[in-house]
């Protein structure tokens, strides 16, 4: 990894040359020689909150972060304290992703002709025969998944509407696939035996991140029917976050060094004296994770590289020791090489992957005045661009990914900020940074909404759907009505509000249809998942087109769309769009209770005129009782439908969904 210091030395010494060159100029032999050119020497690089350290400071970093008194009470409220969340353009669908140009690893990946899919998260079920859907109503006992999980590879037809088994891949014992990336006939899959997610509060827990290892398995399907093992990366931890884009995959993960004796968060004097003598002899490789490809170890990692705050700066504040070791690693999909390395000491629990950056965030909890902590790092080379602290806390993790943002050189979030007052509960506040080009430091261009004069959303109104899409901003609030915001951001240092909308319910995820048209999914004022398109064409004056409940004539029913976007599928096409929204629904009936699980089908009709544009019904899948989840999944190939559920593959055609057929792994 290249250090800051490194890189501005290297540039200052450059300047200095060529200073030393353009002094000297052309002249004959008689002339008198120049004079001597006296240069200053460099000043000392600029320093960021965090920095790296000199030969053999990182060690005493890390050791001195673990000797140090800190306030117990205060790490616990760290962890404990944060308030509950609520719970295309070919002819195939795709993952759907944050950011277009960015894939994102998930448990089914479609490349137009082989589908992978691996074993269904959440804990039920692998069902490989052939039978007879049962009645609705019918209850079905919860089967054992296999003692060895696999993936599973298909051949698809979709001119037939169907798909032929291909082959398996075990995993390891004790290993599960947190999901796979699939391009050029390579299929990459990411495992763990311990799966965190990607936020949270956890993040600063040691016990998390301990004796936890992650891989990266890379398989050549140049013949799908016989995938080959080519590389098998090892990291010592957790994983917290990946992405591919191009031939780069970056991966994230967090590890707690196993030192036997020593307290994470020493309270007294006698525990610090405990430390001092456990860490008296531990070693950078002690504390480092260990990495591997293809079984043999290699050293990507040096302590002394890795970040840590720097205790002089004015964000620097008292924090409770952290032993965890955060690793950042770019590999190359196509020769399996290491490209970049990284490393943090410092606290994270969120991480955003964009086009040029890599934020991450920490939040900090002090009753009504929460704030985060971002940090943004160079997406080719790790290098880092600086800190800032915003108020508010920022969330990530399923559609709440959705708040954070970068465009045109600027990172924009969206954090929530508890007030305590019960009459006036939250503050929802729009902030736009930016690097320093001079040193590693941030800028706040602006904020947005923690005034009354512009605030986002009504008195008591929560944070839901958010979407930054180019030059704009999506967002919903809601309490009894859903306020829709449009949000200028052409300036990012005057971001300013252009509209709104109040409609009964609220949406949680908000999905780009057009420049004049704007998709919603959420919840209805019933409490059912809702499709509500928005004419935005008039971005003063926004307008529902369409609404659709889904699971009408239930007394309760939901989407996993609503929360994880994997679970939602979208198709763009030239004058209609199609999406797929799975739900599981229950209640009372004539015939007693009853619950039904299916995927809902829709087109939107008419997007290339915003007064005309519809959500139209197209049909349903029928599914087992029970078998909707956050791992159901769906693939839209031309006209044909493939559906996953519990790792079962169902397929046929989108004109017919309630023909869709079984297709067992052989």
Same mark, same amino acid.
């Given at each position: 990894?290249?250090?800051?210091?490194?890189?501005?030395?290297? $540039?200052?010494?450059?300047?200095?040359?060529?200073?030393?060159?353009?002094?000297?100029?052309?002249?004959?032999?008689?002339?008198?020689?120049?004079?001597?050119?006296?240069?200053?020497?460099?000043?000392?690089?600029?320093?960021?909150?965090?920095?790296?350290?000199?030969?053999?400071?990182?060690?005493?970093?890390?050791?001195?972060?673990? %000797?140090?008194?800190?306030?117990?009470?205060?790490?616990?409220?760290?962890?404990?304290?944060?308030?509950?969340?609520?719970?295309?353009?070919?002819?195939?669908?795709?993952?759907?992703?944050?950011?277009?140009?960015?894939?994102?690893?998930?448990?089914?990946?479609?490349?137009?002709?082989? &589908?992978?899919?691996?074993?269904?998260?959440?804990?039920?079920?692998?069902?490989?025969?052939?039978?007879?859907?049962?009645?609705?109503?019918?209850?079905?006992?919860?089967?054992?998944?296999?003692?060895?999980?696999?993936?599973?590879?298909?051949?698809?037809?979709?001119?037939?509407?169907?798909?032929?088994?291909?082959?398996?891949?075990?995993?390891?014992?004790?290993?599960?696939?947190?999901?796979?990336?699939?391009?050029?006939?390579?299929?990459?899959?990411? !495992?763990?035996?311990?799966?965190?997610?990607?936020?949270?509060?956890?993040?600063?827990?040691?016990?998390?991140?301990?004796?936890?290892?992650?891989?990266?398995?890379?398989?050549?399907?140049?013949?799908?029917?016989?995938?080959?093992?080519?590389?098998?990366?090892?990291? =010592?931890?957790?994983?917290?976050?990946?992405?591919?884009?191009?031939?780069?995959?970056?991966?994230?993960?967090?590890?707690?060094?196993?030192?036997?004796?020593?307290?994470?968060?020493?309270?007294?004097?006698?525990?610090?004296?405990?430390?001092?003598?456990? !860490?008296?002899?531990?070693?950078?490789?002690?504390?480092?994770?260990?990495?591997?490809?293809?079984?043999?170890?290699?050293?990507?990692?040096?302590?002394?590289?890795?970040?840590?705050?720097?205790?002089?700066?004015?964000?620097?504040?008292?924090?409770?020791?952290?032993?965890?070791? %955060? %690793?950042?690693?770019? &590999? *190359?999909?196509?020769?399996?090489?290491?490209?970049?390395?990284?490393?943090?000491? =410092?606290?994270?629990?969120?991480?955003?992957?964009?086009?040029?950056?890599?934020? !991450?965030?920490?939040?900090?909890?002090?009753?009504?005045?929460? *704030?985060?902590?971002?940090?943004?790092?160079?997406?080719?080379?790790?290098?880092?661009?600086? /800190?800032?602290?915003?108020?508010?806390?920022?969330?990530?993790?399923?559609?709440?990914?959705?708040?954070?943002?970068?465009?045109?050189?600027?990172?924009?979030?969206?954090?929530?900020?508890?007030?305590?007052?019960?009459?006036?509960?939250?503050?929802? #506040?729009?902030?736009?940074?930016?690097?320093?080009?001079?040193?590693?430091? &941030?800028?706040?261009?602006?904020?947005?909404?923690?005034?009354?004069?512009?605030?986002?959303?009504?008195?008591? =109104?929560? &944070?839901?759907?958010?979407?930054?899409?180019?030059?704009?901003?999506?967002?919903?609030?809601?309490?009894?009505?859903?306020?829709?915001?449009?949000?200028?951001?052409?300036?990012?240092?005057?971001?300013?509000?252009?509209?709104?909308?109040?409609?009964?319910?609220?949406?949680?995820?908000?999905?780009?249809?057009?420049?004049?048209?704007?998709?919603?999914?959420?919840?209805?004022?019933?409490?059912?998942?809702?499709?509500?398109?928005?004419?935005? *064409?008039?971005?003063?004056?926004?307008?529902? $087109?369409?609404?659709?409940?889904?699971?009408?004539?239930?007394?309760?029913?939901?989407?996993?769309?609503?929360?994880?976007?994997?679970?939602?599928?979208?198709?763009?096409?030239?004058?209609?769009?199609?999406?797929?929204?799975?739900?599981?629904?229950?209640?009372?009936?004539?015939?007693?209770?009853?619950?039904?699980?299916? #995927?809902?089908?829709?087109?939107?009709?008419?997007?290339?005129?915003?007064?005309?544009? /519809?959500?139209?019904?197209?049909?349903?899948?029928?599914?087992?009782?029970?078998?909707?989840?956050?791992?159901?999944?769906?693939?839209?190939?031309?006209?044909?439908?493939?559906? #996953?559920?519990?790792?079962?593959?169902?397929?046929?055609?989108?004109?017919?969904?309630?023909?869709?057929?079984?297709?067992?792994?052989?």
């Amino acid at each position: 990894m290249k250090s800051n210091k490194a890189i501005w030395l290297k $540039r200052a010494a450059l300047m200095a040359v060529w200073s030393l060159l353009s002094s000297c100029g052309g002249g004959s032999s008689s002339e008198a020689p120049p004079s001597p050119v006296v240069t200053a020497p460099p000043p000392d690089p600029p320093s960021g909150l965090w920095i790296n350290s000199s030969p053999g400071e990182g060690i005493a970093a890390y050791k001195n972060k673990l %000797t140090t008194l800190v306030n117990t009470e205060r790490a616990v409220a760290f962890a404990d304290s944060a308030p509950a969340q609520d719970g295309a353009g070919s002819g195939y669908s795709t993952t759907y992703t944050l950011e277009p140009n960015t894939d994102e690893y998930d448990i089914v990946k479609y490349d137009g002709s082989t &589908l992978a899919i691996a074993p269904s998260r959440s804990g039920c079920c692998f069902i490989l025969e052939d039978t007879p859907l049962p009645a609705e109503g019918d209850a079905i006992a919860p089967e054992e998944p296999p003692a060895n999980a696999e993936i599973r590879l298909f051949q698809t037809d979709p001119g037939a509407g169907g798909g032929t088994f291909l082959a398996r891949i075990a995993l390891e014992e004790g290993y599960r696939a947190e999901g796979m990336y699939l391009s050029d006939d390579t299929l990459q899959v990411l !495992l763990s035996t311990a799966w965190w997610g990607a936020f949270g509060p956890r993040h600063i827990e040691p016990g998390y991140w301990e004796a936890s290892e992650v891989k990266l398995e890379t398989y050549d399907l140049t013949d799908p029917s016989q995938p080959a093992l080519r590389d098998q990366w090892s990291v =010592e931890g957790a994983l917290v976050s990946s992405r591919r884009r191009a031939d780069h995959i970056y991966l994230i993960s967090r590890h707690t060094p196993i030192i036997e004796g020593l307290v994470p968060y020493p309270s007294t004097e006698e525990e610090i004296a405990n430390n001092e003598a456990v !860490l008296a002899e531990v070693t950078d490789q002690d504390i480092l994770p260990a990495i591997s490809l293809n079984g043999e170890a290699i050293s990507p990692l040096a302590l002394d590289d890795c970040y840590r705050q720097d205790p002089e700066h004015p964000l620097a504040t008292e924090r409770p020791a952290d032993p965890i070791i %955060t %690793t950042l690693l770019t &590999l *190359s999909a196509s020769s399996g090489e290491v490209v970049e390395a990284a490393c943090v000491m =410092e606290s994270v629990d969120g991480v955003y992957i964009g086009d040029t950056f890599v934020a !991450l965030s920490f939040v900090e909890w002090h009753n009504d005045a929460d *704030s985060t902590l971002i940090h943004l790092l160079d997406r080719d080379d790790w290098s880092y661009l600086g /800190s800032e602290s915003v108020s508010g806390a920022l969330y990530s993790g399923g559609n709440a990914d959705f708040r954070i943002s970068e465009f045109e050189g600027a990172l924009r979030l969206i954090t929530t900020r508890w007030t305590g007052e019960v009459d006036d509960q939250f503050r929802h #506040v729009l902030h736009i940074i930016e690097p320093d080009a001079s040193a590693p430091e &941030l800028s706040l261009l602006s904020s947005l909404g923690d005034n009354d004069d512009a605030r986002l959303g009504k008195i008591n =109104e929560d &944070l839901y759907g958010v979407r930054f899409m180019g030059p704009k901003a999506y967002l919903v609030t809601f309490e009894r009505i859903d306020p829709l915001y449009i949000i200028d951001l052409a300036d990012p240092a005057a971001p300013k509000i252009l509209g709104e909308l109040e409609v009964p319910g609220f949406s949680d995820l908000l999905h780009e249809v057009s420049d004049e048209l704007l998709l919603g999914l959420g919840s209805s004022e019933t409490r059912l998942p809702k499709l509500e398109l928005f004419d935005i *064409s008039d971005t003063a004056a926004p307008v529902s $087109r369409s609404l659709i409940e889904i699971g009408t004539g239930y007394e309760w029913a939901y989407s996993p769309a609503q929360y994880n976007r994997y679970a939602f599928t979208y198709l763009a096409g030239e004058e209609s769009d199609r999406l797929t929204v799975p739900y599981s629904a229950s209640g009372k009936t004539d015939d007693g209770y009853q619950q039904v699980d299916r #995927v809902a089908l829709f087109e939107i009709r008419d997007k290339t005129d915003a007064q005309r544009a /519809s959500i139209a019904p197209v049909g349903e899948v029928t599914l087992r009782p029970g078998s909707v989840s956050d791992d159901t999944r769906v693939i839209i190939d031309t006209d044909a439908l493939y559906v #996953v559920a519990q790792s079962e593959l169902m397929s046929g055609f989108w004109s017919n969904p309630e023909a869709l057929q079984r297709r067992a792994a052989e």
